[in-house]
C-alpha cells in the first residue's frame, strides 16, 4: 500500500493506493492550518484499511510550489512516516501532478498544457508542456497576463489557479484555449500513479536532501528567486 499527501494548497489531501487503485481518499479545504488536521486523517485512512505505518510500501509527498508552512508540515510528516515505517519516500511537484492527466502517455489531450498555481500578490505558478509532455520552459512566477501573451499554439489550461479566472483566459485567447476545472481527489492519484511509477523503477528521494518547492521564503528568511526549477516527469 502506497501513501500520497498533498498539502501543497489550500485544498489538502492524503490517499492510499494498492496495485495501483486508489482504495482510499480523503480531500479537505482547511481554513486553520494542515498540521492540526493531516495526522488524524492519515491514522483514520490506515486505521480504516486495516494497516498501519510499517505496512506501507512507500510514501509519496507533493513538493509544491506552495506555501511555506503548508509544505513544510506535509513533507515533515512524510520524512517522519518513511524514517519510522522505513520506507521509501517519493517527491512529485505538484504542477507535474496537475498536468499529468492530461498528459499521461496513451492518454494525452493532443493539446499544450498550461499547469497553473496560485501564488498570491496577482501571480501565478506556472508549468508548460508540449502535446507529448515534455516542458517546453522553466517554471516561473508572474500575472496571468504575461502567461496568456505567450500562448500561440492550442493549449489546455489547468490546475487550482484557473479557479476564477477562467472567463479571461477564454476570452484572451477564444480557440486556442481550453479550460478544466481542478480536482483535488484527481491530484491526488496523480500523486499516487506517479509515485508508483518511480518506486518500480526504483527512483525513490533521498530523506535528508528532499526539499519542498516554496513559492516565498517567510519574511525572516532570505529573498527567493522567482524563477522555478523544472520538476522532472
Not at 146 to 169: A, H, K, M, N, Y
Request: with cysteine.
Amino acid at each position: 500500500m502506497l501513501l500520497a499527501i498533498d498539502t501543497s494548497t489550500r485544498y489538502a489531501g492524503v490517499a492510499l493506493a494498492n496495485e495501483g487503485r486508489v482504495v482510499s481518499c480523503r480531500v479537505w479545504y482547511s481554513n486553520v492550518n494542515h498540521t492540526m488536521e493531516l495526522m488524524p486523517e492519515i491514522a483514520a485512512s490506515l486505521r480504516n484499511q486495516g494497516i498501519d505505518v510499517g505496512s506501507l510500501e512507500g510514501v509519496a509527498v507533493a513538493l509544491g510550489p506552495g506555501g511555506f508552512s503548508a509544505l513544510r508540515v506535509g513533507m515533515s510528516v512524510a520524512k517522519g512516516l518513511a524514517l519510522t515505517g522505513n520506507t521509501p519516500l517519493v517527491g512529485i511537484g505538484t504542477l507535474d501532478l496537475e498536468a499529468f492527466p492530461f498528459i499521461e502517455p496513451g492518454r494525452e489531450s493532443g493539446l499544450s498544457v498550461c499547469a497553473l498555481l496560485e501564488a498570491g500578490r496577482n501571480e501565478l505558478a506556472s508549468a508548460h508542456f508540449a502535446p507529448g509532455g515534455r516542458r517546453t520552459r522553466e517554471d516561473n512566477i508572474c500575472p496571468l497576463e504575461e502567461i496568456l501573451e505567450s500562448v500561440t499554439t492550442p493549449t489546455l489550461f489547468c490546475g487550482e489557479g484557473v479557479q476564477g479566472r477562467i472567463q479571461e483566459i477564454q476570452e484572451r485567447l477564444g480557440d486556442l484555449a481550453a479550460v478544466v476545472q481542478p480536482s483535488a481527489a484527481t491530484r491526488l492519484w496523480s500523486l499516487a500513479t506517479l509515485a508508483r511509477q518511480r518506486l518500480e523503477t526504483g527512483l525513490v528521494d533521498d530523506l535528508a536532501e528532499l526539499q519542498p518547492d516554496y513559492l516565498r521564503m517567510p519574511s525572516i528568511g532570505g529573498p527567493k528567486t522567482r524563477d522555478r526549477k523544472p520538476q522532472s516527469s
